[in-house]
């Protein structure tokens, strides 16, 4: 395994219109708003922009409010940017935000979307778990995200994001071109809640409420026993000590020695196990949200990094050119 420490471096189709905003008034569409929004979309027309789009789950229990911004149609190579944002954060943040103009400069597709339960889209926040966030990613992925040529999709993980991002690339291996992690988290559930948080905490948690308001590093987050439990069951990655994640796609795992939340050596225990050799690790002084206009640079170099081993490895793949 190359793991490389670098301080300061680094198909179905589905309803889409736009969701209303709650309480909003109705307001008269701009001329952007109606070349922007087409009323579905499916993988033939997979190209379409719009901003609070709806895609309906693939097990049909709500909806999946996202952003998509594609390039001209004319673009005959398309490379796709999904965003996958930190718990509990809505898809409008100032990372997305930052990728989504780099991503139109660069003519590369852009996808984010919030969560289940999480800023606009539909389902209580007590139902979410990680098994459904990687059933809605999957969704997307197979439905607005370069469905054509998923090798040239990277996924940019941010915390709970960054472990969404490993179980999608593990288990669909052909939907997944690159990871980028920033403070990814895998484990959290068990590595660090239940291993610090109060026991009179973790009792309400895991008792008849279900539910707590958690305060970690400075920000609050509702945890679920739903959560908990169906991470321990199903998506636990650190567990056992001679654990292989079957990940062959380049992995970027950026991590902040600063980071209040979440221990940057989580970054090296996770590249360890990751089966790839194409993983690297870049540590910076930063916290957990990497949100200054720095880690927003490396993030940038850590995708063009991605798509520069991608495409490396496609050249020595036998079928291609």
Known sequence: MRVVLAALFAAQTSALVPAPRPGAQPMRASVMDVEEVQS???????????RNLQLTASDASSTIIFDADHPDPSVSDPVSV?????????KVNAMSSSLRTWCRRKEFSFVVADYHGVGRSTGNVACATITKWVDDTVTLLRTVANPEEHKRV??????????????????????VGGVVGLASDPDFTEELLLKRLPQDVIDKIMGDDGMDQVHWGGKTYPITKALIEDAKDNHLLLDGPDRVLPI??????????????VPYDVAVRLARRIETEDVTISLSKSGHYMDDIDDMQRVRLAIQDCLESIFVYDLRSPTSG
């Not at 999904?82 to 809505?90: C, I, N, R, Y």
Request: glycine share 10%; net charge negative.
């Open 248 to 261: 062959q796609c380049p992995v970027r795992l950026l991590h902040g020695l600063y980071d209040e939340e």
């Open 82 to 90: 999904v965003f996958l944002p930190s718990l509990a954060l809505p």
């Open 154 to 175: 990277v996924l940019v993980g941010a915390g709970v994001g960054g472990w969404i991002a490993c179980l999608v690339a593990m288990r669909h291996p052909d939907l």
């Open 40 to 50: 579905f979309v499916s993988r033939d027309n997979w190209k379409t922009s719009g």
